[in-house]
Nanobody
Framework: EVQLVESGGGLVQPGGSLRLSCAASGFTFSSYAMAWFRQVPGKEREGVAALSTRTGTTAYASSVKGRFTISQDNAKNTVDLQMISLKPEDTAMYYC?????????????????WGQGTQVTVSS
């Protein structure tokens, strides 16, 4: 059974940094693509960053490019999202997701395994 557990969310001031981590289990890590999504109430889930664990290829939403970095630790089966220069509009519930097949995607419909989410709030 695929399990994804996120951690690292919290309250941070504008301009600050946070690092989210997703611990994955129950599948062959190198055969999957992983991604981070975010969602605010009343809006659609948005792809933030994606990673092919096999090739290391990454992709980012334009709204976070240059501020967010997705990375993997194959020894620990974790995927992290380092976020810097955070803005109030980054406030959302952040979800880790996995899809079979190593091609990355920023479309939530392509992912069939999800974590429970971790809240990120950017506010002074």
């Amino acid at each position: 059974e695929v399990q994804l557990v996120e951690s690292g969310g919290g309250l941070v001031q504008p301009g600050g940094s946070l690092r989210l981590s997703c611990a994955a289990s129950g599948f062959t890590f190198s055969s999957y693509a992983m991604a981070w999504f975010r969602q605010v109430p009343g809006k659609e889930r948005e792809g933030v960053a994606a990673l092919s664990t096999r090739t290391g290829t990454t992709a980012y939403a334009s709204s976070v490019k240059g501020r967010f970095t997705i990375s993997q630790d194959n020894a620990k089966n974790t995927v992290d999202l380092q976020m810097i220069s955070l803005k109030p509009e980054d406030t959302a519930m952040y979800y880790c997701a996995a899809k079979n097949g190593y091609a990355w995607s920023l479309q939530p419909r392509n992912y069939n395994s999800w974590g429970q989410g971790t809240q990120v709030t950017v506010s002074s």
